[in-house]
């Protein structure tokens, strides 16, 4: 009998082991081949420097990432790929989306299961009321766009024509401007929206010019079409007729600034991220992050967002002491301060989205002959005005 109880009590203490060292697995769904693979590279670089930096295990638990390929905008396809994480992978937390129609189309799967979502990317206001299981960790189009509406005033432009993509962050990000610029005493001449595939920008350079405006402000997602714009930009002599240009960061990704060169000099953009930022918490990352990613001129904005989402999964996490409850998980990073990277972040508790710096920075060349995105200004803490009257 005494053999018996000890066989048992050893072979339930096996079971709780067991159970306690569980494998946490997390879904990342991104852009790995096509047009934006450099986005979805990104996305890997940065979950592999916050692992290589704080190691694979919360307590006993192992957390293994789970990879799926999303190149474009493809709601559909989105669902699909999150069902089969969901179900089929049993992963208990859902991160990553570049565009925002992609990140919309999971959020009806949360609440059935049980998942949160951390948003490395999308930019759309609105996606954070679409769940309370949501919680973002990139930036918004409001947030980077509005203050920018003021700068543009106070360079002395005093009309300008805005140029976005046709989808909810362009349309975002030409509201923020519009309002800040109108109430700073500017004026809107032309307000022109171009298809996410639109490659050929000539026909919109020439209605540029003959608007009869003194500035432009562009929002199109960071990647071929950011280029295809700023070449066209100065083939067009839009550049040349001293047209001046202000835009979030998206069209000088640090990323594109070897190819960009000498053209990009002088522009000026607001964004929450840039490789150039100065701080001890950024060169390190930096530093580690272009080894995670193998070639250290395609670190990009987008290894940031990744790396402090994986920071706030950890919390959740840790939490939660491994168990699946996307209640429990998000109401514990609310409110949750870090040093991250780009400067002092907070999640916001009412919004669940990230309240940080936003930078204005000029393109420059430096001394070595490379160009960089030089922080000139700072508009610390903000928050999104885009969410402020959202139920």
């Known amino acids: 009998m005494n053999k018996l109880i000890t066989t048992f009590l050893i072979l339930f203490g096996f079971l709780l082991s067991g159970a306690a060292a569980d494998t946490i697995k997390v879904g990342i769904i991104g852009p790995f081949s096509g047009p934006y693979a450099l986005q979805g590279k990104n996305f890997k670089a940065g979950i592999d420097t916050y692992v290589a930096d704080h190691g694979s295990k919360i307590g006993d638990h192992e957390i293994q990432f789970v990879y799926r390929d999303l190149p474009l905008t493809d709601p559909a396809q989105s669902k699909s790929l999150a069902q089969e994480l969901i179900v089929k992978e049993k992963v208990q937390y859902i991160g990553g989306f570049f565009f925002t129609p992609n990140a919309m189309a999971v959020t009806p799967l949360l609440k059935q299961g049980n998942v949160p979502l951390v948003i490395m990317n999308a930019a759309t206001s609105t996606i954070m009321t679409q769940s309370p299981y949501i919680v973002r960790t990139s930036f918004t189009q409001w947030q980077v766009s509005y203050p920018l509406g003021q700068v543009a005033f106070d360079k002395g432009v005093k009309k300008i024509t805005t140029v976005v993509a046709d989808y909810g962050p362009g349309i975002d990000a030409e509201t923020a401007f519009k309002e800040a610029y109108e109430k700073a005493g500017g004026k809107i001449v032309q307000s022109l929206r171009v298809p996410l595939t639109t490659n050929d920008f000539s026909p919109v350079m020439q209605r540029i010019k003959d608007s009869g405006a003194e500035g432009v402000f562009t929002f199109l997602p960071a990647g071929p079409t950011t280029l295809s714009f700023m070449k066209s930009y100065v083939d067009n002599g839009v550049k040349a007729a001293n047209m001046r240009f202000f835009a979030p960061g998206d069209l000088v990704q640090d990323a594109d600034l070897p190819a ?49 989402a994986i920071h706030v999964i950890y919390k959740m996490i840790e939490a939660t002491n491994g168990k699946k409850d996307a209640e429990k998980a998000v109401e514990a990073v609310k409110g949750m301060s870090w040093m991250s990277p780009r400067g002092p972040v907070t999640i916001d508790p009412k919004t669940r989205h990230i309240t940080q710096n936003i930078y204005l920075r000029e393109v420059t060349k430096a001394e070595d002959g490379t160009y960089y995105n030089k922080e000139i200004r700072t508009f610390e803490h903000q928050d999104d005005p885009g969410l402020k009257n959202a139920d």
């Not at 840039?274 to 904005?301: M, Q, Y």
């Open 260 to 308: 960009l060169g000498e053209n990009a000099v002088g522009t000026l953009t607001t964004f929450h991220y840039t490789t150039s930022h100065d701080s001890a918490e950024n060169r390190t990352f930096v530093e580690h992050a272009r080894k995670a990613i193998g070639k250290p001129e395609e670190l990009n904005f987008t290894a940031v967002g990744a790396y402090d």
